[in-house]
C-alpha cells in the first residue's frame, strides 16, 4: 500500500488563484471587516495572515483594533453599524475575546447573510437541517474540498472526528452527515476512545494535543485528516498525529503544516466572495 500526502497547500492556492480571478472582473470588490480586541500575539499573526491573502485575490480588508476594556455593548454598537453599512460583505470578530464579552453574544449580533466564519446559530442550524446556510464554518469546509479532490469516498463511510468543538467537530459533523457519511464524535469525555478510532475509514483529529494520535489508534487503509497546529518540546510546530508512526497504516494523510491549515484560510475568502455574491443578488 502506497501512502498519499494530501498537499493542501497546492489546492489552497488554487483556489484563490480562482478566486482573485473572480474578483479581478468585479468594478466593486468584496470587503472584509475583521475586529481585533485587546493584543494577544497569536491572534494579531492571525489577523495580519487573514489581511494579507485578502489583498493577494484583491478583497478589501480592514481591521478595526480595540482595547481590550472595550465593553460588551461597545462592540455590539460596533457590529450593528457593519451590519448596516451596504459596503461591508463579511464581518469576522477575531477569537478569544476578553474574559469579560460574551462571545456568543457577539457571534449572534452578527448578521447572517454577513457572517464569514459561518458561526451564527442561523448558519449552523441551516447547516444542521442540510439546508443551505449562506456560509459553512472554513476549516470543516477546507476538509469537505480536500475529501472530494482526492476522490476520497465519503458516502456510507465511517468517519471518525475528534473533537466537538463549535469551530471544527460540530459544523465538520452536519457536513459530513449531509454527505451520507456515518459520523461518531469523540471528546475528552470519550470511553475507549481507541477502540473507536480503530473502526474509523477516515480519522479527523482536532484535539490540539501534538503527537496524540499514533499508529495504535487506526486500522490499515485509514485516511487521517489532521486539523491539529501545535508546538512539541523543541518548539517544532506539529499536528495531533504523529505524522511518521502512523505513515505507514494510512491511505491518504495532511501534514502539518501545508494540509488543513491553508484550506481554512482559502475558505475564507470564498466566504467573502459567496457574501458578497448573495448580497448582490438581493
Known amino acids: 500500500m502506497t501512502t498519499t500526502i494530501i498537499d493542501g497547500l497546492y489546492y489552497a492556492n488554487k483556489i484563490i488563484n480562482e478566486i482573485k ?19 494577544d500575539n497569536a491572534s494579531q499573526i492571525y489577523v495580519n495572515n487573514k489581511q494579507k491573502r485578502c489583498l493577494e485575490v484583491g478583497i478589501m480588508s480592514e481591521v478595526l483594533h480595540f482595547d481590550e476594556n472595550i465593553n460588551q455593548t461597545e462592540l455590539l454598537d460596533i457590529i450593528k453599524q457593519l451590519n448596516e453599512d451596504t459596503e461591508v460583505n463579511a464581518i469576522l470578530v477575531q ?22 466564519d459561518g458561526f451564527h446559530p442561523y448558519n449552523v442550524g441551516k447547516l444542521a437541517l442540510n439546508m443551505t446556510p449562506y456560509s459553512i464554518a472554513c476549516t470543516p469546509s477546507g476538509i469537505l474540498k480536500l475529501l472530494n479532490a482526492y476522490n476520497i469516498k465519503i458516502n456510507g463511510k465511517h468517519v ?54 499514533n499508529s495504535a489508534f487506526v486500522k490499515h487503509n485509514v485516511c487521517i485528516i489532521d486539523v491539529g497546529i501545535n508546538r512539541d518540546k523543541n518548539n517544532k ?24 491549515g491553508p484550506m481554512t484560510i482559502a475558505m475564507l475568502l470564498q466566504n467573502t466572495l459567496n457574501l458578497y455574491d448573495i448580497q448582490n443578488k438581493k
Open 21 to 39: 480571478t473572480k474578483v479581478d472582473k468585479l468594478k466593486i470588490k468584496p470587503k472584509l471587516v475583521v475586529i481585533l480586541v485587546g493584543n
Open 160 to 213: 471518525v472526528i475528534i473533537g466537538r468543538s463549535n469551530i471544527v467537530g460540530r459544523p465538520l459533523m452536519s457536513l459530513l452527515l449531509n454527505n451520507n457519511a456515518t459520523v461518531t464524535v469523540c471528546h475528552s469525555k470519550t470511553e475507549n476512545l481507541k477502540e473507536i478510532t480503530n473502526t474509523a475509514d477516515i480519522l479527523i483529529s482536532a484535539v490540539g494535543k501534538s503527537n496524540f494520535i
Open 237 to 260: 510546530i506539529t499536528g495531533d498525529v504523529d505524522f511518521n508512526d502512523i505513515f505507514d497504516k494510512c491511505s491518504f494523510i495532511t501534514p502539518v503544516p501545508k494540509g488543513v
Open 95 to 116: 477569537m478569544p475575546l476578553p474574559k469579560h464579552i460574551n462571545p456568543d453574544k457577539i457571534v449572534e449580533a452578527i448578521s447572517p447573510v454577513k457572517d464569514v
